[in-house]
């Protein structure tokens, strides 16, 4: 393994801990913002993330597993075009794990929807490709959308590139009752609302409680999301901002934490991530050419299986 990937590795897990840090000192008094209702917060993010409508964007995202030293680590860029309807993903993936014998790989994966049909093969290789014809739009959801990459990068463009509800709408189906407003807090330097997930079934799926910290000084944008885990948390959070269009502020940098708790009572970190919005452009006019690929006639065409060729979709 190179002293480079060495070098990243240890800088990825050490700025993770040195921002958790700062985040879990928060302060737990109010803000001075005026009071908001949930509904209203939720509403907000809709309709900031309602003026995406065409973009180009690549995202890096970077997870450490810092129970080794120094940590495995596994690297996947994203590249993703879309148009209001078609749209083109490229995964390529790189994976270092240290110890006794360094393993270390990559993996390419192109997945384009061209209106009609989902088409992913294996650049440069085209001999082979998976096809699969989604009955709804909503269903592009099992097969392109930043994969592994943040939350909190991914929700703003859920409905621009997956054509799933909104973010704030979505929001708002994790709980059978209205959301409320728990109090204010500040993350880093933005002061934000705090809304408390309860716990609830959702998809036949127990989900535990659930935080967000929603900025009004980045169009209503979730600065921090937790999750409760049967044995800790997850923590993602918001490192740096960009503001591509007016109004609408989407992540540059946002790190994920887990926590486990350990005997004595305390908690440790288990998993650290980050991931990085490299380039971005929205609402710009794009090639046909982008949501088109050019397979041999003599190319062999399986059905898909909804399976991911790349490990670390969703998240």
């Not at 913002?33 to 993010?45: N, Q, S, V, Y």
């Not at 209001?84 to 014998?101: I, L």
Request: aromatic share 6%.
């Amino acid at each position: 393994m190179n002293t480079h990937r060495m070098v990243m590795m240890t800088g990825l897990f050490t700025a993770v801990v040195l921002a958790t840090a700062a985040a879990m000192a928060l302060s737990s008094e109010p803000m001075g913002l005026p009071g908001m209702e949930a509904g209203e917060l939720l509403r907000c993010m809709d309709q900031s993330s309602a003026t995406v409508r065409t973009g180009r964007l690549l995202v890096r995202f970077e997870i450490a597993n810092p129970k080794v030293q120094p940590p495995s680590i596994t690297t996947i860029e994203y590249e993703l075009a879309f148009d209001g309807v078609r749209v083109r993903e490229e995964e390529r993936a790189h994976w270092v794990y240290p110890g006794g014998q360094a393993e270390e790989g990559s993996s390419e994966v192109l997945t384009v929807f061209d209106g009609e049909r989902v088409l992913q093969v294996r650049p440069p290789d085209l001999s082979s490709a998976r096809v699969a014809a989604p009955a709804d739009l909503r269903e592009l959801e099992r097969y392109v959308g930043l994969g592994a990459a943040d939350a909190l990068i991914k929700w703003p463009l859920r409905a621009a590139v997956q054509h799933q509800d909104a973010i704030g709408s979505y929001v708002q189906t994790w709980c059978d009752e209205p959301l409320q407003v728990a109090g204010q807090q500040r993350v880093g330097e933005l002061s934000c609302y705090l809304i408390e997930v309860p716990p609830a079934v959702r998809d036949g799926i127990s989900h535990l409680k659930q935080y967000l910290w929603v900025a009004p000084d980045k169009g209503c944008a979730v600065a921090k999301y937790q999750f409760n885990t049967p044995d800790g948390r997850v923590v993602n959070e918001v490192q740096e901002w960009m503001e591509p269009l007016p109004g609408f502020h989407l992540p540059k940098v946002a790190t994920r934490t887990g926590y486990v708790q350990e005997k004595g009572g305390g908690e440790k970190i288990a998993i650290v991530g980050r991931s990085e919005v490299l380039s971005a452009q929205f609402n710009i006019a794009l090639p046909d050419s982008l949501f088109h690929v050019d397979l041999p006639k003599d190319a062999t065409v399986t059905p898909f299986d909804a399976e991911p060729l790349l490990a670390g979709r969703g998240g």
